[in-house]
Structure formats: C-alpha cells, structure tokens
C-alpha cells in the first residue's frame, strides 16, 4: 500500500534539519573565533615596562621602539578580530623588548668595563710613579 502523502511531516522534517544545520553552523563559526591573547599581550607589557624601567631608550631605543610599535599592531589586530596576528605581533613585541633589556644591560656593563679599565691604569701610573720616586 502506499503511504499517504503528508505536507506538514515533510515541511516538519525540513524545517528541524535546517535548524540542525544552522546550529551546527553556528557553533562551528563560534568554536572557530580565536580568544584574545591576553597572556602574550601581557607579557609583552611586561617586558616594555622593565626594559623601559632599565633605561632601554638611552641604550637599545631602535629595539625599544620596535618593541612599542609591535605592541600598538597587536593591539590594533586584537581590535580587528584578527587574533593570530595580535598573538604574533604581541610575541614578536616581547621579544623586540627582551633584546633591548639584553643589549642595555650589555651597555652597561660596558661602561662599568670602561671605567674600572680607567681606575686600573690610574692605579698602574700611580704605582709606577711611586717607584720612581724611591
């Protein structure tokens, strides 16, 4: 025998599989949609502020700045939704502000280097003039 023709089943049927997809379809796009990387942006800070803490703008300003301006592009992804980038950018930050932390603390040293180089050869003339007074 054959079944009867039912319209209200059919467009039941349609209508629960489309909701079904559209569902499927929104959660999929909400899953997909990245956080913001607020841990990387943080540390980012982090590293400017101590850098800069570290006078990195007398010693390492190209690399301080750098730092600064991967910072701001971060965070301008972050306002474009674009996440992987502001994630890249605020890593490629950090990094930019640990090298001029690193490049001024080489600095310094430098300078202390200098200066007990300096106070080793007074002490060295001091020295020898003594002897040649004796």
């Given at each position: 025998?054959?079944?009867?023709?039912?319209?209200?089943?059919?467009?039941?049927?349609?209508?629960?599989?489309?909701?079904?997809?559209?569902t499927?379809?929104?959660?999929?796009?909400c899953?997909?949609?990245?956080?913001?990387?607020?841990?990387?942006?943080?540390?980012?800070?982090?590293?400017?502020?101590?850098?800069?803490?570290?006078?990195?703008?007398?010693?390492?300003?190209?690399?301080?700045?750098?730092?600064?301006?991967?910072?701001?592009?971060?965070?301008?992804?972050?306002?474009a939704?674009?996440?992987?980038?502001?994630?890249?950018?605020?890593?490629q930050?950090r990094?930019?502000?640990e090298?001029?932390?690193?490049?001024?603390e080489?600095?310094?040293?430098?300078?202390?280097?200098q200066?007990?180089?300096?106070?080793?050869d007074?002490l060295?003339?001091?020295?020898?003039?003594?002897?040649?007074?004796?």
């Amino acid at each position: 025998m054959l079944k009867a023709y039912r319209p209200q089943a059919v467009i039941r049927s349609i209508v629960v599989t489309v909701g079904l997809v559209g569902t499927a379809l929104f959660l999929t796009a909400c899953a997909s949609t990245p956080e913001p990387p607020v841990a990387a942006l943080a540390e980012a800070r982090v590293a400017i502020t101590t850098a800069e803490k570290d006078n990195a703008a007398q010693y390492a300003g190209p690399a301080l700045t750098e730092a600064r301006q991967q910072l701001a592009q971060a965070n301008a992804a972050v306002d474009a939704k674009q996440m992987i980038e502001a994630d890249r950018h605020a890593r490629q930050a950090r990094i930019a502000a640990e090298l001029a932390s690193a490049r001024t603390e080489a600095a310094k040293a430098a300078e202390v280097n200098q200066q007990m180089s300096k106070g080793a050869d007074m002490l060295n003339e001091e020295i020898r003039r003594a002897g040649d007074q004796q």
